[in-house]
Every structure is written in C-alpha cells, then in structure tokens.
C-alpha cells in the first residue's frame, strides 16, 4: 500500500526554521519525482518545491527560492523540505506527493498520492 507521512509541522515564530520530513511506505520513492504542495486558509493549494529521481533537479516556487531546500535520502526512504527565513505568508497545510516518472513538476494535477498534511503556522 502506497502511503506519505509528513511531520515536522509546528508554530514557529516568523525568522524561524522548520524541517519537514515526508516518509514514503509501499514503495521506493528512488524512482519517482516529489513534490511539496501547501495551502493555506481560503486559498487554493499551491506548488512549493519538488525534486526529480533521474537527476536530483530541483524547483521552487518564486516565493521560497533562496529559503526553502528540499532533499531526498533514498536510504531512508524519505524527502525533507527544509524551510529558514519563515514568514507569516508560509502558514498553510504543506504536502507532499508522489507522481509517475522521474522528472518533477510543480504541477499538481500530474501527482499520484498524497500524505494527509502537515500543519506550519508562523506567528509571533
């Protein structure tokens, strides 16, 4: 059974740092691209960052680049997102998400299956 778990999710104050993990069971996620998706109250879920298998390319939203890294250690069969510099604006229930193939995109509708979400608020 193809299953992802997020954590790492908490109330940060802004400035702060947080890492999510993303934890893959069912299947090797060393042959398929993933992605971090979030979406906050009101508003439609959004493209944050995302990783290839082929190459280890990687992509992020204009909105993380240069505060948010995301990685992959295939060992563990596990992705992080880890997420420096927070501001208010990144509260939002983050995902992550599987797709078939090995070339990541941010585009939410190629994604197969997706954990349940991970809660980040960032507020003083």
């Known amino acids: 059974q193809v299953q992802l778990v997020e954590s790492g999710g908490g109330l940060v104050q802004p400035g702060g740092s947080l890492r999510l993990s993303c934890a893959a069971s069912g299947f090797t996620l060393d042959y398929y691209a993933i992605g971090w998706f979030r979406q906050a109250p009101g508003k439609e879920r959004e493209g944050v960052s995302c990783i290839s298998s082929s190459d280890g390319s990687t992509y992020y939203a204009d909105s993380v680049k240069g505060r948010f890294t995301i990685s992959r250690d295939n060992a563990k069969n596990t992705v992080y997102l880890q997420m420096n510099s927070l501001k208010p604006e990144d509260t939002a229930v983050y995902y992550c998400?599987?797709?078939?193939?090995?070339?990541?995109?941010?585009?939410?509708?190629?994604?197969?299956?997706w954990g349940q979400g991970t809660q980040v608020t960032v507020s003083s």
């Open positions: 998400a599987t797709k078939t193939g090995t070339i990541a995109t941010m585009k939410e509708y190629e994604y197969d299956y």
